[in-house]
């Protein structure tokens, strides 16, 4: 790295030659015994911990496994809930909608239901109602053309993905409905057109403390969302492997919590070597020396807390900071 070579201009100068940034450290698992909704056990994680558990990999599930204790349970919360609020049009442009435009909906009847827990996509029916749907079906579109509410109808069809990139090539983007009047306007245009894809959209499965969903380990047939529109978190199950569960948020259950390590682990070593004809065992040279490492770190943006020196040997410091 850069600064680990980094000469400092002063009467003496200063090298830095190794340093170890004690990074990359594995997530260090808790299983909490208490039973808790998925909420409630988030609020205990995040006072308590980090957050609630969260998976990036094959190993983290094994060392979240090795975090029970016997005869645990059965299930056990861990950090993925299914963002089902997170409904927002493709064209995102505020300035495109007027004051409650950008939340105008038409539902069907017990619509959005996220059946067989999969449907994060939405659809326009002949009567100007709205469901959700799975993103992978094929459907015709309708796209907005960017001039004052102007659509165009394909009845080519494509997956809501494929029909996004369609309108935003072509056109301004899938077509989003702000009020009544342009609900009114689409629908007659959809007349014998089937159920049509329109902009709305939203986020399926994240994780409490923001990461990326990269990695995901379900149970067989899971998630299905098996009782409606309520198995919005995740469980870990404890005796199919760890592999992962939806069920209702609201039940009672034992869950993990997590510590990030380099989170709190954040001491960092570096070894630093001096060349200097002055007497770098005087405190007044120490005290330099230490400053301009400092400054240094800061330059580089390795730190923003104080440089403090551990150990001293001659010609070769190293210094501990945090
Ligand atoms: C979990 O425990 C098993 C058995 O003791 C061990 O082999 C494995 O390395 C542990 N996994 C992790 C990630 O600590
Ligand atoms: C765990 O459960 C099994 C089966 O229910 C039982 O035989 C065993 O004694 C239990 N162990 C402990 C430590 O409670
Ligand atoms: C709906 O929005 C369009 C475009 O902004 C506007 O022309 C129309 O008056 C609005 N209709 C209603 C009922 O708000
Ligand atoms: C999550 O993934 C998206 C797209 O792949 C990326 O833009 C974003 O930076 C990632 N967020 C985090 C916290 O890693
Ligand atoms: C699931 O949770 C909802 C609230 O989100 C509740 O109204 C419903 O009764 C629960 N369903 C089951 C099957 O427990
Ligand atoms: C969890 O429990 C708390 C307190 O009883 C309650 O306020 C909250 O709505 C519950 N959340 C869920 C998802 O059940
Ligand atoms: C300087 O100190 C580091 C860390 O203790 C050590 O690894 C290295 O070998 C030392 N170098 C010299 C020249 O003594």
Redesign the pocket.
């Known amino acids: 790295m850069k600064f680990c070579c980094s000469t400092l201009q002063l009467h003496i100068c200063v090298w830095l030659v190794t340093c170890s940034l004690q990074t990359g450290l594995p997530y260090q698992y808790h299983f909490v015994m208490l039973k808790k909704n998925w909420t409630e056990a988030q609020g205990y994680c995040q006072e308590k911990y980090t957050d609630l558990a969260t998976i990036t990999n094959s190993q983290d599930l094994s060392s979240l496994m090795n975090a029970t204790v016997v005869n645990s349970s059965e299930e056990a919360w861990i950090g993925l809930y299914n963002d089902i609020n997170s409904w927002r049009w493709s064209l995102s442009d505020e300035y495109f909608y007027g004051t409650g435009e950008m939340e105008y909906r038409n539902w069907e009847n017990a619509e959005p239901n996220n059946k067989m827990g999969q449907e994060t996509c939405t659809t326009m029916d002949n009567v100007g109602k709205w469901n959700d749907l799975n993103c992978e079906n094929s459907r015709s579109f309708i796209c907005f053309t960017g001039t004052s509410n102007s659509y165009i109808l394909f009845t080519q069809a494509k997956t809501w993905y494929e029909a996004q990139k369609y309108c935003r090539t072509y056109y301004k983007d899938l077509a989003s409905v702000r009020n009544q009047t342009e609900n009114d306007q689409i629908k007659n245009m959809i007349q014998g057109s089937g159920v049509i894809w329109i902009g709305l959209f939203r986020d399926s499965w994240k994780w409490s403390d ?3 969903v ?1 990695f995901h380990i379900w149970n067989s047939g899971q998630p299905d969302n098996e009782y409606g529109n309520d198995e919005n978190c995740a469980v870990a199950l404890l005796n199919q492997l760890g592999h992962w569960n939806d069920i209702n948020c609201t039940y009672a259950l034992p869950f993990f919590c997590y510590i990030d390590q380099s989170k709190i682990k954040k001491k960092q070593i570096l070894s630093v070597v001096v060349q200097s004809s002055q007497d770098v065992s005087s405190p007044a040279v120490k005290a330099t020396i230490l400053e301009k490492v400092s400054r240094t770190l800061m330059m580089v943006h390795l730190t923003e807390n104080t440089v403090t020196m551990s150990q001293y040997i001659p010609y070769n410091f190293t210094y501990v900071f945090d």
């Open positions: 923001g990461n990326n990269s």
